[in-house]
DNA sequence: ACAAGTATGCACCTTTTGGTAAGTGCCAAA
DNA sequence: TTTGGCACTTACCAAAAGGTGCATACTTGT
C-alpha cells in the first residue's frame, strides 16, 4: 500500500473484495468515472466550477465543438447524477441555467489532482499522442 | 477560483485559453482522462499499483468480465502511453508481466482523491445508476 | 493421446457514443 | 415581415468501443 491507486475501503482486502463492492461497482474509481465518462463531462463540470451558474448558450459557446443534442445529454445526465442543478425561470425567451450541485463541487475538488498530472503531464502524453494518432489516421 | 475543477495552467485565464493549451487537449483534465479512459483501464492501473508487476493471466483474473481482446488491447494502450511496462520473458510456455511505469505510479496517485469520491458517494451514485439502468433495460 | 494453460491475434458483430441537420414555439430587433 | 436568438427535440447516421469465439505454438499434467 505504498502507492497504489487507492484502498477502496479497507488497507489491503483480498483483490477480488474491490471487484465486488456494490450492485454495479467495482471500487470507488469505478463508481466515480463512470459518472464523469463521456467526451464532455470534465469540460463542462470544469466550466461550472469555474463560471459558477451559467446559461445554456454561455456553456455551450464556452464548451467549443460540441453539438447541442451532446450537450444536452451530457447536462441532463450530469443533473441526473445529482452533480448539476439545473434552474429553468421559465420566462420566454427561455432562461435556463447550469451550476453544481454540493456534490458536483465535492467531485471537482476530486478532480483537480488529475487535472494537475495532466498538466505536468501533457507534454508527453500529447507527444505519444500525436504519434498514435498520426499512423491511425494515415494507415489506418 | 475558489472551487473550481483547477486553473489550467495559470491561476484565472479568460475561459478561452483553457480551450487551447496544446495540440489536442483542452486541458489537464482533457489530457489525463483521454488516457484513463477505457472501461478497464482504471481497474488495471489500480491492480497493477496493488499488486505490483503481474502476470497476465493473473491481471486477467482479477479484472473480472473483460475478455482477452480487450485487455490485451488496453494493456497495449497503456503501454504505448508509457504508464505500463510489459515484461517479456521469452520463455515458453509463454511467460509476460506487466507493471507501472514511474509515470504510471505518478498517474495511480493522482487518482487516489478520485476513488475516495467515489467510495464516499458510491452509495449516492449507485442509487441513482440503479435507477437509470432499470427504466433503461425494462422500458428502453 | 488429449485436455488444459500460457499470452496473444484475428474476424466478425453488437452496443454505445457522438455528430448532423432540421424543426419547435416564442419573442424582439431590423 | 423576415431574421435571429433562446433552449431545446427529433430522426437519422457514422464511428468507436467493446464482446465472442476460434486459432496459434508450445508444454505440462492425466
Request: glycine residues 8%.
Amino acid at each position: 500500500m505504498s502507492d497504489p491507486v487507492s484502498a477502496p475501503t479497507r488497507p489491503s482486502p483480498p483483490v477480488q473484495n474491490c471487484t465486488r463492492n456494490l450492485p454495479g461497482f467495482t471500487c470507488g474509481l469505478d463508481a466515480t468515472l463512470r459518472v464523469v465518462a463521456g467526451k464532455w463531462k470534465p469540460l463542462i463540470l470544469y466550466f461550472l466550477a469555474q463560471d459558477g451558474p451559467i446559461r445554456y448558450g454561455e456553456l455551450r459557446r464556452a464548451v467549443r465543438d460540441v453539438s447541442d443534442k451532446v450537450l444536452i445529454q451530457q447536462l441532463r445526465e450530469l443533473e441526473a447524477d445529482g452533480l448539476v442543478k439545473r434552474t429553468d425561470y421559465k420566462e420566454v425567451p427561455p432562461r435556463v441555467d447550469y451550476s453544481l450541485t454540493t456534490l458536483g463541487h465535492s467531485l471537482a475538488q476530486a478532480l483537480v489532482p488529475l487535472c494537475a498530472w495532466g498538466t505536468e503531464h501533457m507534454a508527453e502524453v500529447s507527444r505519444v499522442f500525436a504519434e498514435r494518432e498520426g499512423w491511425n489516421r494515415k494507415e489506418g
